[in-house]
């Protein structure tokens, strides 16, 4: 599936590292802990850090319900949420050609208030699926008064795009003749060992759920 | 040194999360590898990644001159420049109280192009020195004709704010005597070993400077 780009998320600078397929845009959202969200109050941007999760064509956003931005939003301000991957430092031969190895999203739309309940429900289960997988049949659920104070958002995919970086340095041709060395370094988040809440019982133990979660990212 | 908040950076939600003071301000901007900078055209927001360096009281960007953000930030559009380090997952007890440990900046400001050499060159160099320290002395170093493609602007940091979570999860008073592991999984960048370009003769191997970051974050 492809989003044809529109006229604002079409690529203008380095057009060949634009991505528009559904499959990499869902892969790079889903991969990313974290988000930045961007609104206009009076011509003044604001980027915040924010978690998100996607079902579908939507990515659902939440904070709490009384927050200056989700009032913002709710109110129909456009939104731009950009996600950012660093997969490794590009080292080259000049100075110049530095660079950084990224796949990155940017979702263009309004942010809806989510009133249904059960869209709701499913869109906070996602939330906690997306920091451990399973850990949502593990823990408390949420109760009704949770959920009224905790907004949740929609975003539609529809204006959505994606642009990477990949593979080695690209140098000036007479650069490649000398002694430096040049490659890429990968980076990837790693997960170190739990640790627990100083209030827990010294019985309870990691889950096999999390345990297996950590032994994919140690 | 602190930086009195302005009306705009001071924090509504949750105050006792804000941090105005320059050390853990520059502390963060100095760690993250990538920023998010929101600009807005038409009242609509666009949040891209960047990469920033930071020198004395100033942020410096850089990209190609003749991007559509850095024309529109060069014209005196306000920007905000947003770094996020995620530390660490919050396991909590309920669905809901589930978080992330991270510390952000946001900078708000104008983005000024910087025409002195002095300062520009200055600024290059500081970009190179973030992703390997030491590696400008062995590179080829920016040409005069490097100079001219590349932007560089600077936003100055007197509108700047840092916001943390640290520390255990905060469960609901009741909850506390469930059967569920709580705590946190801390999350950090770790480098893997490097790649070497295909185009790189093979006697040449990554220098002591690579090494030692190497290590430090193997």
Known sequence: MTVPPSERTRLRRKPARGA????????????????????????????????????GDTVYL????????????????????????????VLARSALHHSVNYRSVVVLGQAVPVTDTHERLAALRTFMERIVPGRFGEVRAPSEADARVTGVLSMSLAEASAKLRTGPPLDDAQDYALDVWAGVIPLRMQAGAPIPDPRLAPDIEPSAKIESWLRERA
Do not use: K
Request: charged fraction near 15%; proline fraction near 5%.
């Open 20 to 55: 528009y397929d559904r499959e990499t845009i869902d892969a790079i959202l889903d991969e990313a802990l974290v988000a930045h969200l961007g609104i206009a109050i009076d011509g003044q941007p604001y980027v915040i850090p924010t978690l998100h999760a996607r079902v």
């Open 62 to 89: 939440h904070g709490s319900a009384g927050s200056r931005t989700l009032r913002a939003l709710a109110s129909g301000t456009p939104a731009c949420l950009t996600v950012t991957l660093l997969d490794g430092l």
